[in-house]
Nanobody, 125 residues
C-alpha cells in the first residue's frame, strides 16, 4: 500500500525557512510526479511544486518561484521542499501528493493519485 508521510512543518517568523520532507513508501517513484499542495483556511487548495520521478524536472507555482526549492532522493523515495523567505501568506496545511500523469499537469490537482495526511506551516509577521 502506497503511503505518503510528511514531516517538517512548524511555526516560523516571516523571512525564516522550513524544510518539508515526504517519504513515499511503496511508490514506484520513477513513474510519478511527486510534490506539494497547500490549503489555507477558507481558501482553495493550491499546487505548490512538483518533481518528476522519471527525469527530475521541477515545476513551481508562480507564488513560490525563487523562494521554494523541491528536490528528491529517488533511492530513498523521499521528496524535500525547502521553503525560504517565508511570508505570512504561506501559512497553510501542506500536503504531499503523487500523480502518475504528466508532471506539467501536477499543479492542477486534477490527476492526483495519492495524498499525505498534511503538515501545518505557520508563518507569523
Amino acid at each position: 500500500e502506497v503511503q505518503l508521510v510528511e514531516s517538517g512543518g512548524g511555526a516560523v517568523k516571516a523571512g525564516g525557512s522550513l524544510r518539508l520532507t515526504c517519504v513515499a513508501s511503496e511508490l514506484a517513484f520513477g513513474e510519478y510526479a511527486i510534490g506539494w499542495f497547500r490549503q489555507a483556511p477558507g481558501k482553495e487548495r493550491e499546487g505548490v511544486a512538483c518533481i518528476s520521478g522519471r527525469n527530475g524536472r521541477t515545476y513551481y507555482a508562480d507564488s513560490v518561484k525563487g523562494r521554494f526549492i523541491i528536490s528528491s532522493n529517488a533511492n530513498e523515495k523521499t521528496v524535500f521542499l525547502q521553503m525560504n523567505d517565508l511570508k505570512p501568506e504561506d501559512t497553510a496545511v501542506y500536503y504531499c501528493a503523487a500523480d502518475a500523469s504528466r508532471p506539467e499537469l501536477f499543479l492542477s490537482g486534477d490527476y492526483t493519485d495519492y495524498w499525505g495526511q498534511g503538515t501545518q506551516v505557520t508563518v507569523s509577521a
